[in-house]
């Protein structure tokens, strides 16, 4: 029997969300510090918190879903695993090299990230294969073995191991993998290429390999440790961890592939909007996502999530990621594709020396935080600009919770902007808010017009600290007619991890034209079925009935280097499903790119699998309890740039609110966040408890 | 519009900036050639009415301020004849105020209610265009006429309608016409979407607005770049580099710079650079002045936008007739190498005056081989921009693996070359005891090793640096030379950094190359020992490199030996006092 409750939590640097959903659809959420000594701690805080709240006990959680910047830390602190790296010979240097490219332009001091495996330990041994797969040279085993220690003796917890072309012959690999585990003390995490990324391209695959396996042996002490404090509290239930994918895996598994679940965060966030628009009647989805210091957006189409293998861990911010290429460490996994920009809460406000006004990417963080918060932060920040405006409760904020300080946020923008120009305190404050929502509009244009989606074919799903204050004035300048703020949009990861599928995906190289005749298309279907059955076995299911699989191709133009996924429309490669593949890839063309080759020839570069089951649990929220008390109306002055001046407005928390529109302006203000509705724009509450802003029809466009 | 509001100007410069990004972005994903969708030669932009700049897409520095002079050609020659739905392409010196006959423009004038309200530009460089050697680079050319097919600016496209001839003339003059095509379609698909994006920002602000924040825009630059050359302490600041010179005997091409700052302006004066050469390495001036601005711009902070208004306080004098301002019919195919010294004689002026804010001299650039043969029965052309090695800084260690200031690309996959050509890279990394020694040394030479799988290939190489290395800073050595070798049947032979007489390899032949070392910064007596010994723990130092070039002596089990360093050192102060 499915278990009551079903229970998630997602660890960001500052706070542990944590969200709880009974079979019956009552959502549970709690905010609680992290514990960055032991992150379980602060998951069990949440926990009780939660179990005290519905007076059941932790056993009868049946299964936690995790998110967790475990793996990303360890990459930006350089705190992962001393690895090493084992190349064909004449190419150690290749993870270091990179691809050349540097993210920023004009820098002649620029300093590239250093390589997640120093040189010396990075060793070579004599091998060699072609790009058909034929052996040149054959592996030298003995030299594998005196490598091993090497190794060994230099004290390293993982080791990656990639070789040239073994994406087409792993055999090298292989035999290389037998010999490391032979040598290297049984706790060693040994990640291999074939494993990790059969795919052409030896820095990526290197990369990718390099930061499995340097992430590889935190990621699974995180894990173990974090099962044995929940089970010495009583929870013997499953546990289960999001992939930057979007599905949840059995952390066994996640332990064996721990660079899946790097953007485990995120991708929750993007899916809970994919899974409670869809139930909201909303296909068609940007997702916003505002923080503290960053601001995110992605893409979903019919429902389905955007993918990308196009990411880079521990790249700071980029402000268009595909282009700045060279800040981080390549993964080339599939991942949710998120674009993210550093405008947030606390992004630092400046005037230039040219008198430009700026914003970010500097951020003061939660710690000392905007200055009006009073814990010594002096920097005015975007938070300090729109307390200023009246969005924010001049008082405290979160419900109360959080006291903070007007006259600092005041005092900290005159500074910053007024006294080097000739605004006023409010134009000052608006220029800000206005400013930032350019840059986080960029993010948005990153997922959608750069893939040749018009926003305005999109409804805005806004969530994170800070999304509904500055959602609906993004949406107007994208032209985007309806914003929703869904309940729990303050911990939205957590509610997402509850409405994720169980999956798993594997990707293999299959560079082969586009099948025409039988043969080929022979030869295509029983790839599929290969990586199908691997698939399955991984994920120790025997009887696949349960599992939905789905097929894709990335197909391209013969000659080009980029690729475009296709689902393919049935579980069998025939002549229909391949001709409708090609379809599916030209409209696709000319829908991203505007146009398509008539004659060209398409090609497929690589093959996917998916296996999924979605949760057994009702895929609605019937009812929210969340934190802090509930006020009444009231009403406090806000601006709303020169054109509405500054207006009384009602503030008011969602639940006083029902189906019938009321004009703005208003401020709806609870726990979690605020919300601002401008004054020419409508808002009403759907049967999901959604928050709905309807913006007025724009002319022309 | 009196006033101008900063925000807006934030918001207006956000939104010019989004759409030469979205422009590039598409030019890669749909590119064809490996030089252009892997490699990232090209560059994106949005001009005003008046084709200046008004964005760049993050893509190659070296190309942002050559739009300027092209489109003033293009402007003049069609006044008058530019219509809604025309796409021009050109690529001519002469002809176009272009570079170079590979890099082919795709410009679009972009409309609104009739009226002529900005540019669309892009910029590629193709695989060939034809002309005497395979990837029209070729160093031999005395003339332009021998380089390829030239194009003075034509419509592709006439109100949207496209002009078939021109496609089969340039189909006709390229040794690989799918390649170039494709990334034409690529070009044009990304004028496309800036029309399509500036559209929207025009329907949004409005024509008058969007014209009056431009003009703000290029003030706003203007100012942060006099606010910033008004840091510079006046005077003359004078640099000499070179460029080793063409073939065997080739002299060396002399630059000459004079960098005048005074007050918030800067005129860098090249009188006495040598005279254009019977060579393809002659840059037009429009080239001249885009490295120029590119170097500059480099040490004027990340907030100065990257439009045109930045270069007005900067002017440049090139004599007609001498490598940087090259006159009819002087051949240009190889002109990045004068490109990229241009970039480091400005740094190598500035180091006296701004030591914190430029870097000792790099490896120069990009070497750049180019392979042709007939495989699998198909012409095909291989060339590559290998890079690159930066010199030490205040601050760091040079670095390998990155790219010159001027031209931000990226290196072709072996996997990728090797699944294409028949070639095998042998070996590619870093060479130990290359980097010039200083307190920051410089970056170590980058070492490529092509193998040639079949008989009858062709191969030539621009390259630099064999005979004049990256200079150090404030006492750090100069890196180690480069140097080109060739293995055929057992032999092994030198090539000059730009051999001139074609050369056919057979199979099994072998060409090594080798990248210069980066300049030091600041005395290598007086580097961290420890800093020492951590390179030769990672292989970049040998022991003998550490007590020859450092004077750091190691104990056996690899430690530093304080005293026997200390007393080292001193003896080597000595010598040199």
């Given amino acids: ?701 | 519009m009196a006033e101008c509001d900063l925000a807006l100007l934030e918001i207006i410069k956000n939104g010019f900036e989004a759409i030469a990004d979205e422009m590039a972005i598409i030019l890669m994903r749909t590119a064809h050639s490996p030089i252009v969708r892997d490699a990232m030669d090209f560059s994106t932009a949005l001009c005003d009415p008046q084709g200046q700049n008004i964005a760049q897409g993050l893509t190659t520095p070296m190309h942002l301020g050559s739009f300027y002079d092209a489109m003033q050609h293009l402007i003049t020659e069609y006044a008058g004849n530019i219509d809604e739905g025309d796409v021009f392409v050109g690529n001519d010196p002469y002809l176009a105020s272009g570079q170079h006959l590979p890099d082919i423009y795709v410009v679009k004038p972009l409309f609104h209610e009739s009226i002529l309200c900005g540019w669309a530009a892009t910029i590629a460089h193709h695989v060939d265009v034809g002309g005497l050697v395979p990837g029209s680079n070729s160093l031999s050319s005395v003339s332009i006429h021998q380089e390829g097919l030239r194009l003075p600016f034509l419509k592709l496209f006439r109100k949207n309608v496209p002009d078939t001839a021109i496609h089969a003339i340039i189909a006709a003059n390229v040794r690989t016409p799918d390649l170039v095509l494709g990334d034409i379609a690529a070009q044009c698909a990304a004028v496309q979407a800036g029309d399509r994006a500036f559209a929207d920002m025009l329907r949004r602000y409005g024509r008058e607005e969007l014209h009056f924040y431009t003009a703000a825009l290029h003030n706003y630059a203007e100012r942060l770049a006099r606010e910033s050359i008004r840091s510079i302490a006046d005077g003359i600041y004078t640099f000499e580099d070179h460029i080793d010179g063409l073939g065997e005997q080739g002299s060396p091409v002399v630059f000459r710079l004079a960098l005048h700052v005074q007050g918030d302006e800067v005129t860098a004066d090249w009188t006495g650079t040598s005279e254009q050469v019977a060579g393809g390495i002659n840059a037009p001036v429009s080239f001249c002045k885009s490295n120029v601005y590119a170097a500059l711009r480099s040490v004027m902070g990340a907030d100065v936008p990257n439009c045109h208004g930045y270069t007005r306080p900067i002017k440049v004098v090139a004599p007609e007739g001498t490598v940087l301002n090259c006159t009819y019919p002087a051949a240009c195919g190889g002109r990045g190498i004068t490109g990229y010294r241009i970039v480091d004689c400005v740094f190598g002026a500035l180091a006296p005056c701004l030591p914190e804010s430029v870097a000792a001299d790099g490896a120069g650039g990009s070497t750049l081989p180019s392979f042709s043969g007939v495989y699998r029965g198909r012409t095909f052309v291989f060339s590559e921009c290998v890079m690159g090695v930066w010199g030490g800084t205040a601050q760091h260690d040079g670095q390998e693996g990155v790219p010159h200031m001027a031209s931000n690309q990226a290196n072709v996959p072996v996997e990728i070359i090797e699944t294409d050509y028949p070639i095998r890279i042998e070996r590619y990394g870093v060479v130990p005891d290359t980097a010039g020694a200083g307190k920051q040394r410089g970056g170590l030479g980058i070492l490529r090793e092509y193998r040639i799988l079949q008989d009858n290939v062709y191969f030539g190489v621009r390259s630099d640096k064999v005979k004049y290395p990256p200079h150090g800073l404030f006492g750090g050595k100069p890196g180690a030379a480069a140097s080109n070798i060739l293995i055929s049947q057992g032999q092994e032979s030198t090539l000059p950094a730009m051999p001139l007489d074609p050369i056919i390899l057979g199979k099994g032949d072998v060409y090594r190359h080798v990248m210069a070392g980066g300049g030091g910064y600041g005395d290598p007596l007086e580097r961290d020992p420890v800093h020492v010994l951590e390179d030769v723990r990672d292989g970049r130092v040998t022991r003998d490199g550490a007590l020859s070039a450092y004077g750091v002596v190691l104990t056996a089990d690899l430690d530093v030996d304080e005293s026997e360093t200390r007393a080292y050192r001193a003896r080597m102060r000595g010598q040199h006092s």
């Fill in chain 1, 1 to 701: 029997m499915e278990p009551h409750y079903r229970i998630a939590a997602d660890i960001g640097g500052t706070f542990t969300d944590i969200a709880c959903l009974s079979a019956d659809g009552v959502l549970v959420t709690a905010k609680v510090p992290s514990t960055p000594h032991d992150y379980a701690l602060g998951i069990l805080t949440g926990v009780r918190q939660i179990a005290a709240q519905l007076q059941a006990p932790a056993s009868t959680f049946g299964q936690l879903l995790h998110a967790s910047t475990i793996a990303t830390n360890a990459i930006l602190e350089a705190k992962g695993a001393r690895t090493g790296l084992v190349t064909t010979e004449g190419f150690r240097d290749v993870l270091e090299l990179r691809r050349i490219r540097v993210p920023r332009l004009y820098e002649p001091l620029y300093q590239k990230p250093e390589p997640l495996v120093p040189r010396r330990l990075r060793l070579e041994v004599p091998e060699r294969l072609d790009a058909r797969g034929d052996v040149i040279q054959a592996l030298d085993e003995e030299n594998v073995r005196t490598v091993a220690k090497t190794l060994a003796k230099a004290g390293v917890e993982a080791v990656a191991v990639c070789f040239l072309h073994s994406y087409v012959n792993p055999g090298h690999e292989k035999q290389a993998e037998h010999i490391l585990r032979e040598e290297l003390p049984e706790d060693c995490f040994i990640s291999v290429s074939y494993d990790v990324l059969p795919e052409v391209r030896e820095y990526e695959r290197t990369s990718t390999t390099v930061v499995n396996a340097y992430v590889g042996p935190v990621v699974s002490r995180y894990l173990k440790g974090l099962v044995q404090t929940l089970q010495n509290a009583g929870f013997d239930g499953r546990l289960l961890m999001m992939q930057s994918s979007g599905g949840l895996l059995d952390v066994s598994q996640v332990i064996a592939r721990p660079a899946t679940v790097v953007e485990s965060g995120p991708a929750a966030g993007v899916v809970g909007a994919a899974r409670l628009g869809h139930v909201a009647g909303y296909s068609d989805i940007i997702t916003f996502d505002m923080g503290g210091t960053t601001a995110k957006a992605s893409l979903i189409q019919d429902s389905r999530l955007t993918a990308t293998d196009d990411y880079e861990v521990g790249g700071g911010i980029s402000m268009s990621s595909a282009l700045a290429k060279g800040g981080g460490y390549a993964l080339k996994l599939p991942i949710i594709d998120v674009s993210e920009v550093g405008a947030g809460g606390g992004s630092v406000v400046r005037i230039d020396a040219g008198g430009g006004l700026k914003i970010g990417p500097e951020s003061m963080g939660a710690m000392p935080g905007p200055a009006c918060y009073g814990h010594g932060g002096t920097q005015a920040t975007v938070t300090d600009a729109n307390l200023v405006l009246g969005y924010l409760n001049p008082h405290a904020l979160a419900s109360g919770t959080v006291p903070v300080n007007a006259q600092c946020a005041r005092d900290a923008l005159r500074a910053a902007v007024c006294d080097k120009t000739d605004m006023s305190l409010l134009e000052a404050a608006y220029g800000v808010h206005c400013v930032a929502n350019a840059t986080m509009m960029r993010a948005v244009k990153a997922v959608s017009t750069y893939r040749g989606r018009n926003p305005r074919d999109f409804t805005m799903l806004a969530f994170g600290g800070n999304g509904g204050m500055h959602a609906a004035l993004l949406a107007r300048e994208l032209n985007i007619g309806r914003v929703i703020v869904p309940p729990g949009a303050g911990v939205f990861s957590a509610v997402g991890l509850l409405f994720a599928d169980y999956e798993m995906g594997r990707t293999i190289a299959y560079a082969a034209p586009l099948p025409a005749g039988e043969e080929a298309r022979r030869a295509l279907e029983a790839a599929y079925h290969a990586l199908q059955s691997a698939l399955c076995s991984e994920m120790g299911e025997d009887d696949n009935a349960g599992l939905t699989i789905t097929r894709f191709a990335q197909l391209r133009y013969q000659g080009q280097g980029y690729e475009l996924s296709v689902p393919l429309s049935s579980a069998t490669v025939t002549a229909d499903v391949i001709k409708q593949a090609a379809q599916d890839f030209m409209a696709e063309h000319k829908r991203s790119y505007g146009y398509v080759h008539d004659n060209g020839h398409m090609e497929l570069v690589s093959i996917r699998v998916v296996a999924s089951r979605p949760p057994a649990r009702p895929p609605e929220i019937n009812k929210v309890i969340a934190g802090g008390h509930l006020a009444e109306e009231s009403t406090r002055m806000a601006y709303f740039g020169a054109q509405h001046g500054l207006l009384s407005t009602p503030v008011l928390h969602r639940y006083l609110l029902n189906d019938k529109p009321r004009q703005g302006p208003m401020i709806i203000e609870e726990y979690e966040g605020t919300t601002i509705v401008p004054p020419d724009c409508m808002v009403w509450r759907d049967a999901y408890n959604n928050v709905v802003i309807d913006l007025p029809e724009q002319g022309g466009a």
